[in-house]
């Protein structure tokens, strides 16, 4: 006799293997919930915004907006949707950005002072936000792998020190001084002129006299594209390589992870690195637009970027979660946040709003469990 | 009957002043299930630690396929080939069949001299189906996160896993535990069939019906001593109950 699932009786500690058409509908349903609620919000806004002010929703420009907005989200829920899946939780990012945000300033304006030319400056800041920040996860890991010692206490404390540092380095929090780099920070890709005349420009911006700058949009602007670029490495680190696979496998059982062979202790120490790596990465993007080093950039960050991962559908628990539905959930906070602005509601309310989402998403993604009848992991028999 | 898979001669392991297990010498014989009995405390558990890595032995000696074996870690016993299922099976419930059976040992495409390495997900696949094929295990998807699987379909995920990495000899704790009755026998079946296929099998158990269902010989344990060693059809429930609470002891006997 096989091993089957059981047709005729399920047993009293299986559940059965297949789901009903109705159920299995359900399911996907809620798994693209995201998608959907992203969908229906924008259609909202763009039947409202009209009709409360003069201006419309979806532009160019306003897209555009809302890229460069979810850039500190995204990247530090990157890292953070890593840490998540693999049952921890980092609460340093958004104090490591401020890290990174002044590291970076300080090697860009440094290096530049010795006579290195402004691209190389530009990379060597690039290089000072990521290694530094890096270093501060691997510091992070170490302490949660070897030591044992719980992450939410480890990040706690290195967020703290991460802050002290940044804000003694900064000298007065903020770091000035630096070369002119708004080529790297203000740019983009890609420029659109509207009106008689106009036009797309690819990689240059068109010269144009001052009445005429409000007709111009910037399409893409290099952030977004660095960005862009993390999200598609990430994206491969996780769905595609070894490394994202073991990640799954010590958020869902850690101690299986163990015994498989899994180099356990050094995946955790890279998973923390990554995460402080991309928040440093975000914290250069900050110099970079705001052409100044800020030891208080991260500082409301942590928060939104956590909620983004949830709204995403990264389960706490560990074990699931996807980069596409991180990114996905940057965006709702973004558009909700957008949007509502531009319905003149008191920005107060968004707090409101993007807390109500966060419960809400975490409520949609049990009541899909309860349809597949998961059970609460690590209590396995 | 052929040389001895596992051999344990004399061994003994203390935990400060307690004598867990105490000088005992078993062996096991290629094709054979054999049961290893005993109450809470018995020992039987501090005993399998041994052979798979996770306790170091106070004194005696283990023999694995003929030569001297000595596991510091249990990673050092599942590459000489000794797989050990405990009742939690060690399975990342998050991930699919393919995923748990190559867990830690992934198929990889090599990009760029391999320095960019992407999992082969479909081998993966191909050879876990083939794993599972040999065991007449049938699954209905094999890209679905086992934790919607039942308990036995589990329990076959991690059999499979061990068979596919060549595993000589099998230590299962308790596997028929926390089971509806329908998926007990199907683990019990998979067992008879590991064993048909020549890995040798090592159940430890107290469940006494599993034991007369599949074991070709057992061995009793009792305060850390091995009490008896009998073929399973020269003896019967009532008999072993007495060994198992200490009324019967052959070595006192003798």
Same mark, same amino acid.
């Given at each position: 006799m096989a091993v089957q699932p059981s047709e005729a009786a399920p047993p009293a500690g299986g559940r059965p293997a297949q789901l009903s058409p109705g159920k299995r509908f359900l399911v996907t349903v809620s798994g693209l919930w995201a998608w959907l609620f992203l969908a229906l919000m924008i259609l909202f806004f763009v039947v409202t915004v009209p009709v409360f002010s @003069?201006? $419309?929703?979806?532009t160019v420009r306003n897209s555009q907006n809302i890229l460069v907005a979810i850039v500190p989200i995204v990247l530090l829920g990157l890292g953070q949707t890593f840490v998540i899946i693999s049952a921890g939780i980092d609460l340093s990012v958004g104090w490591v950005m401020s890290l990174g945000s002044v590291l970076s300033a300080l090697a860009i304006r440094d290096s530049y002072n010795m006579g290195a030319p402004i691209w190389l400056a530009v990379i060597l800041g690039l290089l000072a936000g990521a290694l530094g920040g890096a270093a501060v996860g691997i510091i992070n890991g170490t302490i949660i792998a070897k030591l044992k010692v719980p992450a939410f206490i480890v990040t706690l404390g290195t967020s703290f020190i991460v802050r002290g540092m940044a804000l003694l380095m900064s000298e007065n929090t903020t770091v000035i001084g630096l070369p002119d780099i708004r080529a790297y920070g203000n740019e983009s890709l890609l420029y659109y002129v509207r009106g008689a005349g106009g036009g797309f420009y690819f990689l240059q911006r068109p010269q144009l006299a001052t009445d005429q700058l409000r007709q111009l949009d910037r399409i893409l602007p290099w952030p977004v594209v660095v960005t862009a670029v993390v999200v598609a490495i990430v994206m491969f680190i996780l769905h595609r390589t070894q490394f994202g696979r073991h990640t799954y496998a010590i958020g869902g059982n850690l101690e299986a992870a163990r015994r498989a062979g899994i180099p356990v202790d050094r995946r955790i120490i890279a998973i923390y690195a990554l995460s402080a790596a991309t928040a440093g990465i975000a914290g250069f993007l900050s110099t970079l637009q705001y052409t100044a080093g800020s030891a208080v950039i991260g500082d409301s960050l942590l928060l939104s970027s956590i909620a983004a991962v949830i709204i995403g559908g990264v389960s706490l628990f560990g074990g699931a979660g996807t980069i596409m539905g991180t990114v996905i959930g940057s965006l709702i906070i973004a558009v909700l946040t957008t949007g509502l602005v531009m319905l003149n509601v008191q920005a107060f309310w968004q707090f409101i709003v993007v807390g109500t989402v966060v419960i809400v998403a975490v409520l949609i993604d049990q009541s899909r469990d309860l349809i597949v009848g998961r059970n609460e992991r690590g209590s396995e028999t | 009957m052929s040389d001895p898979v596992l051999s344990i001669r004399k061994l003994t392991k203390r935990f400060g002043g307690l004598t867990a297990v105490n000088a005992v010498s078993w062996d096991v014989y290629p094709g054979e299930v054999v049961a290893l009995l005993g109450d809470n405390g018995a020992g039987k558990s501090t005993l399998i630690k041994c052979v798979s890595g996770v306790y170091q032995p106070s004194e005696g000696e283990i023999f694995f396929a003929g030569k001297q074996v000595h596991f510091s870690k249990p990673i050092d016993s599942r590459s000489a080939g000794i797989e050990t299922i405990y009742q939690d099976l060690a399975l990342a419930n998050n991930l699919d069949v393919p995923a748990n059976i190559f867990l830690g040992r992934e198929v990889k495409h090599r990009y760029l001299g391999g320095l960019i390495r992407t999992l082969d997900e479909r081998t993966m696949r191909s050879e876990s189906q083939t794993a599972l094929d040999a065991l007449e295990i049938h699954f209905p998807t094999l890209t679905q996160p086992i934790e919607s699987l039942s308990g036995g379909m589990r329990q076959a995920v991690a059999i499979a896993r061990a068979v596919y990495w060549k595993a000589r000899l099998m230590i299962m704790d308790?596997? #028929? !535990? !926390?089971?509806?009755v329908p998926e007990q026998q199907k683990v019990l079946d998979l067992i008879r069939r590991l064993r048909d296929s020549g890995v040798p099998v090592i159940l430890i158990t107290h469940t006494l019906p599993d034991v007369f269902a599949v074991s070709d010989r057992l061995m009793v344990m009792h305060r850390g001593r091995k009490v008896t060693e009998k073929r $399973? @059809?020269? #003896?019967n429930t009532e008999e072993l109950v007495g060994y198992m609470v200490g009324v019967r002891d052959d070595t006192r006997a003798a």
């Open positions: @003069s201006a $419309t929703f979806v | 308790e596997p #028929t !535990n !926390n089971l509806g $399973t @059809s020269d #003896t």
